[in-house]
């Protein structure tokens, strides 16, 4: 069975820092985490990506984080990364780590992910 644990939300101060990570566990050879993503929530919105990567080395990252947030992934650790610079209070939102077995698809789509953690929250207050 395929787990997502997200970790490393918390609190910041606008221009701040914070990294998320996502341990993963459960894949088998038959399910391989071809694609990951970052995603987040707030009550306000649905569920936007905000970085994704897979296998062949493809990151494509929401316009408004680009330069500012790096996606990587370290499969010896079976970790992905969401390291989070110049962090703004529209960042704030719950973050979400996806998987996804299917190398074809979208990296920002919620719908083409098949396996969700459970967030970690962010909070960047002003």
């Known amino acids: 069975q395929v787990q997502l644990v997200e970790s490393g939300g918390g609190s910041a101060q606008a221009g701040g820092s914070l990294t998320l990570s996502c341990a993963w566990s459960?894949?088998?050879?038959?399910?391989?985490?071809?694609?990951m993503g970052w995603f987040r929530q707030t009550p306000a919105m649905e569920r936007e990506g905000v970085a994704g990567?897979?296998?062949?080395?493809?990151?494509t990252y929401l316009d408004s984080v680009k330069g500012r947030f790096t996606i990587s992934k370290v499969n010896a650790k079976r970790t992905l990364y969401l390291q989070m610079n110049s962090l703004k209070p529209e960042d704030a939102a719950m973050y979400y780590c996806?998987?996804?077995?299917?190398?074809?698809?979208?990296?920002?789509?919620?719908?083409?992910?098949?396996?969700w953690g459970r967030g970690t929250q962010v909070t960047v207050s002003s």
């Open positions: 459960g894949f088998t050879s038959s399910y391989i985490e071809n694609r």
């Open positions: 996806a998987a996804d077995p299917n190398l074809r698809g979208e990296l920002r789509s919620a719908a083409a992910f098949r396996d």
């Open positions: 990567i897979d296998s062949n080395g493809r990151i």
